[in-house]
């Protein structure tokens, strides 16, 4: 028998005024997105944007309902919308940012399992990584190179 080890990098900035230029814009549209989020069950409002490589920003939001699994996570609206509107463009990079009704969310906030595992089939496709910045309300943005570096041992549609 032997073991295997796992390690994933990621890239702590103290703020969001540490980022790259074009990133501290992308981040400040999930910002913006994150405010028409639609979460009156949970009040955990999450924004999420992704920068195209035509230059283009798609932003998304959670969208609950009060039948709860039927509502969407931000990162999957944004992704959804991203794909059907510009099916043939690579994503760059994506920034989330969330905040709470209830608490001081001061710390990075990753994508839930599902969000990794869809983002993973497009990070697949498209033959290049997507790089993933996040953040709670205030505090420390953290990245990570790519999709697949939240999600290693991904299931993917090699053996379909
Ligand atoms: N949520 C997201 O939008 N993205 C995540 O990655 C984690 C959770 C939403 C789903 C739900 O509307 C609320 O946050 C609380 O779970």
């Known amino acids: 028998m032997k073991q295997l080890e796992i390690t994933t990098q990621i890239t702590v900035f103290e703020s969001i005024d540490e980022l790259p230029i074009d990133i501290k814009l992308l981040m400040n549209k999930a910002i913006e997105a994150k405010q028409m989020a639609y979460a009156p069950y949970s009040k955990f409002k999450v924004g999420a944007a992704l920068l195209l490589e035509n230059g283009s920003i798609i932003t998304g939001n959670n969208q609950e309902n009060a039948a ?93």
């Open 68 to 160: 709860y699994p039927s509502g969407i996570c931000a990162e999957r609206v944004a992704i959804w919308k991203a794909s059907s509107e510009f099916p043939n463009q690579k994503i760059l990079a994506l920034a989330i940012s969330a905040s709470s009704a209830t608490l001081v969310v001061n710390e990075p906030v990753s994508p839930c399992g599902a969000c990794r595992q869809t983002l993973s089939e497009y990070e697949i496709n498209q033959e290049d990584k997507i790089a993933v910045y996040f953040m709670g309300e205030i505090g420390n943005v953290m990245k990570t190179n790519s999709v697949l570096d939240l999600l290693p041992m991904a299931f993917d549609k090699s053996l379909l």
